[in-house]
Structure formats: structure tokens, C-alpha cells
């Protein structure tokens, strides 16, 4: 059964990078028909897609988040990964991983569990 | 603010029928499919609904949803305990570029 698994740190300094990785298992990222994605929830507060990738490395940014969003995949390690530059407190939030459906980015019908994220100094 | 305007609450007993409105424009609902996510406390968001009104395998038949224009629905029939969660309507914006999410609504089992 298909299952992402999340890693990361869960404190990030205001201005730094924030890094996360997330790990599928039981599929191959490289075998195509997926798009990945991340998607962050901030205390209290409802959902935002941050952005997606497919297996070739074609990228899609929410625009809001564009210009510090950097989302990449490594097959090589059946991965992929989300950075988020010049983070503000604004950006604490749970962050989860998640896999569109076939052939289409959207809706995402598996997720992680989620990794809290807390900017602070 | 999210685009996707939905009302921050609703409630039935056990056995009732919820409805959770999701109002939208013609960028997103009026033009592309709605999903619909179910948050259960402390845990990711599962896929419930997509493409306006179809069930992944497993959600039982309970769950339905609708689609007019730019609005959609999602119905609860048969309410149970554990469907006490957060509701969560989506689209795809085409004015924005961005998949957005509706603003929420928390069901509670009285």
C-alpha cells in the first residue's frame, strides 16, 4: 500500500531555508502518471497548495509562494522534496506531502502525516 | 480569503442529513470539477469527493456530492459520530493560477 513518509526539521530560524523531504513507499516515483505535491495548513487556519511535481521534474508553484518555492524529485531515492526560502513566522504550519491522482495533479488522494513547522528564533 | 466561501459550522444527530454549501465563481466551481477533503481531528485531509460527485473507493455512500453553476455541495445522510471532522470543498482557479481550497466547515455530532 502506497505510503509517504515526511522528514524534516521542526524548527526553522526566521530567513533560513525551510527543508522537507518526503519518501514514497511501495510505488515508484519514476514510473509516471503522478503528480506530487505539498500542502501546508497554518495553526487553526484552512489549506494551501504550495505546488506540485511530476516524475520528469515539470514543476507548478502556487503563485503566491513562486518566488521562494523550490519543489524537485530524486527517483534515485524515491523522493521528493519541498524548499521554502526566507521564512517569516507566517510560515508555521503543518506541512504534509501528498500524490494527485492519476494523470492529474489534482485532487491529491494519499498523504503523510503532516510535519509541524515552526519559524522561530 | 479564500475565493471558495463556505459556512464555518454545521450540525445534526445521529441519523440526520448535513449539507455543507461551497460558493465559488465562474474561475474555479463554475468552470472546473470540485473535490472535497474530510479532516479528522489532529490528522491529514482524505480525499472524499472529486470530480463534483465521485467516491474513491472506500468513502462510503453516505458521502455524496452535487455541483449547479458555481456552487457545490457536500450531503452527510445517515450522520454518524465519527464523521465529527472538518470539511473542505477545492478547485482548480484558472484566474489565479491556483488550486484553492474553500474556507472550511466543522461538522459536529450533537
Redesign the interface.
Known sequence: QLQLQQSGPGLVKPSETLSLICTVSAASISSGSYYWGW?RQPPGK????IGSIYFSGSTYY???LKSRVTISVDTSKNQFSLKLSSVTAADTAVY?CARG?PLS?????V????TTVTVSS | Q?VLTQPPSASGTPGQRVTISCSGSSSNIGFNTV?W?QQLPR?????LI?SDNQR?SGVPDRFSGSKSGTSASLAISGLQSEDEADY?C?A?DDS?????????TKVTVL
Open positions: 500542502i484552512g489549506l494551501e497548495w502556487n503563485p503566491s504534509y491522482m495533479m489534482f485532487p491529491m488522494d498523504w503523510g502525516k503532516g | 479564500s473535490n477533503y490528522t491529514a485531509p482524505k480525499l472529486y474513491p473542505y477545492a482548480w489565479l493560477n491556483d488550486y484553492v481550497f474553500g474556507t472550511g
